[in-house]
């Protein structure tokens, strides 16, 4: 069993790492040198206020995402990705030259120029930065790589901007540490991408259109086709909003609600940032190496509980006079804030890993870069969008900085209320993980038979029935469930079996029209490469022992023969949803956590696939252990 630190041992993914984290760690050296510079140079440079000054650095980093992430996708899917980036990286360096000069002379206009130019050099990596990931990570391994990057990326923007406005700051050579100290960083990250193994093109036949506004238009079309992949981009770019928000406010909610000096406002974002990096590594372990959609809502509660909970803390809060870091994490009354900041970092990772790796996974190969580009101009839109909010109220509504963070969670859970009514597969995940987690520990064995494309059967023994959801977190495709429709009819449950697209079904003597419905409902799957899952008992067992198989196996093969693919369910006897001891539900739990395995058969041939052949086989694999 690996864990996602394994990655950072192997060739196909640590210098793609080093790389990315050196991309975002050069990029906040040079802006918080930048922005500190112009706040207390700015005078000797230009006739701006600081105040125009920094919202014009803003909006020249961000212009670039707007006017060439489309081309930037095109480029990524037709192009082979390390040579991508090897030009990207090189063109790193003649940036930073231009930054160093700048800095030298204290030349206004090259700095921005670099800021500009530093834009989009963020923009043309970062659809290569997700669009490689799913080329050189298997899918198992796809949750934890984008959790690495994702601290990788948090630690990076921590520690670059500490860095920068240490650097600046240092008397009188502060400008000429920073020249030095990109150039060097660019050069690095430079020959770190020459490691990186070749990633090939996912469409070589593409015709670039290089009109930015026309295929951002096509591109957005593209997407929509799947709801799944654009609710996942919005809700990726709700919390670029969320997050700027957030980060934005710190400092001046740090002075004029917290009272804190600037070493206050470096621990906070500090903690802001280790929290989003801690839940991002998490996000492996407790979505056990898969794509967990769970997780999300998981993730959207905290952001509203704890943002919440952050204005309560310090509403009605006068600080009397500026504190150092020392006499801040002495008083009791900012531990909770603290614990907010934490919690809202960690909450964070679980919100944002598991949709990057659902709009990798789900998106089409041929069309993955330009997809995730198309992502990167709606996360643009947003965090100007929250800048505009932002001014309006704090400037015209006169909000205070807590009733801002205080609008925005609230925001926050109207906005994942709509994305799961939208898209209820993600709240259907939350209840079977949450359910299961507390429930039952599992086991999983060779659950690699499970083709990870293509149509197949899975055949399963009846215990119980939370059959159908032990399954359903245990394996990586979303499988189709044929059930019994009184099962498919159980209260709470059945808006699960309903989002997870589930098949009543019925004996001929109950209900003959839902029973020829289902073959037909069966067929249309399997046609359209699904997975189906039956349990050929046609009963959950009352005795602990598999009955016979019935024939329907059989008839569902003549019409789409398919390989089928035995599992048998170990341990669910005697659980409070089986039927030992009386009826289901009639008794209380063994115990919580309670052992339970999926073990999986190699797949049969629909030629052999008899219900007497599948009973022996799922008999074989469940053995002794009901």
């Not at 920068?164 to 770190?192: C, H, M, N, Y």
């Not at 709509?418 to 993600?426: A, G, T």
Request: hydrophobic share 50%; glycine share 8%; proline share 5%.
């Amino acid at each position: 069993m690996h864990n996602q630190f394994d990655l950072l041992k192997k060739k196909r993914f640590l210098p793609f790492f080093c790389t990315q984290f050196l991309g975002a760690f050069n990029d906040n050296v040079f802006k918080q040198s930048l922005i500190i510079l112009l706040a207390f140079n700015a005078a000797s440079m230009t006739t701006l206020t600081p105040t125009i000054l920094t919202n014009l650095c803003a909006g020249l980093f961000i212009l670039p995402f707007f006017l060439f992430s489309a081309t930037a996708g095109q480029l990524a899917d037709k192009y082979e990705k390390t040579l991508l980036i090897k030009i990207v990286k090189g063109c790193e360096i003649a940036i930073m030259l231009i930054a160093a000069i700048g800095f030298h002379f204290q030349q206004l206009f090259l700095l921005l120029t670099a800021l500009f130019l530093m834009g989009v050099h963020s923009t043309a990596f970062g659809p290569i930065k997700y669009a490689i990931l799913p080329q050189t990570l298997t899918k198992n391994e796809l949750v934890g790589g984008n959790a690495l990057v994702e601290t990788g990326t948090s630690l990076a923007i921590l520690i670059g901007s500490m860095l920068g406005g240490f650097l600046i700051a240092v008397k009188p050579d502060g400008r000429e540490l920073v020249s030095w100290a990109v150039l060097t960083i660019a050069i690095v990250g430079f020959i770190s991408s020459w490691q990186i193994p070749k990633a090939e093109s996912s469409n070589k036949e593409l015709k670039i259109n290089w009109n930015p506004f026309t295929e951002t238009w096509r591109n957005f079309q593209f997407i929509r086709q799947n709801r799944t992949v654009l609710l996942s981009i919005l809700g990726i770019s709700w919390f670029w909003f969320y997050g700027a928000t957030f980060l934005t406010q710190i400092p001046n909610y740090t002075k004029q609600v917290l009272g804190g000096d600037e070493h206050v406002v470096t621990f906070l974002l500090t903690i802001f940032s280790v929290g989003i990096g801690l839940g991002s590594l998490l996000c492996e372990r407790l979505s056990d190496k898969k794509v967990e959609l769970g997780l999300v809502p998981f993730g959207s509660i905290g952001l509203t509980c704890f943002g919440v909970d952050l204005y309560f803390a310090t509403n009605g809060l006068q600080p009397e006079a500026t504190t150092a870091l020392s006499v801040f994490i002495q008083n009791p009354i900012h531990y909770r804030v603290i614990f907010d900041l934490l919690g809202i970092g960690i909450f964070g990772g679980f919100y944002i890993v598991p949709l990057y790796a659902l709009v990798q996974s789900r998106s089409e190969p041929s069309h993955r870069a330009r997809t995730i580009a198309g992502n990167n101009i709606v996360n643009a839109f947003f965090m100007v969008f929250s800048a505009i909010i932002a001014v309006i109220l704090l400037g015209v509504l006169k909000f205070t900085i807590s009733e801002l963070f205080l609008m925005t969670a609230i925001l926050s859970a109207i906005v994942s209320i709509y994305i799961y009514s939208v898209v209820p597969e993600f709240f259907m995940r939350f209840l079977i993980w949450i359910f299961l987690s507390f429930f039952y520990k599992i086991k999983k064995t060779n659950i690699q038979h499970i083709p990870d494309e293509g149509a197949c059967i899975l055949v399963c023994n009846h215990v119980s029935f939370y059959d159908a959801l032990i399954l359903s977190a245990s394996i990586r495709r979303p499988p189709r469930f044929v059930m019994y429709h009184t099962i498919f009819k159980t209260p709470i449950l059945s808006f699960i079996f309903r989002t997870a697209r589930a098949i009543p079904i019925a004996p001929a003597k109950e209900d003959a029209v839902l029973l020829e419905k289902a073959y037909a409902d069966i067929a249309e799957a399997l046609r359209d490469g699904d997975i189906v899952c039956i349990f050929p008992e046609g009963r959950i067992t009352d005795n602990g022992e598999m009955y016979p198989f019935k024939a329907g196996i059989t008839r569902i093969l003549q019409d789409t023969p398919v390989p089928v693919i035995p599992v048998a369910l170990r341990g669910m006897w005697g659980s409070i949803s089986s039927r030992r001891g009386g009826a289901a539900f009639q008794k209380m739990p063994r115990r919580l956590r309670s052992p339970v395995e999926v073990s999986v058969g190699m797949p049969v041939s629909p030629e052999h696939a008899t219900p007497e052949h599948l009973h022996q086989q799922v008999q074989h694999l469940r053995g002794d252990w009901q």
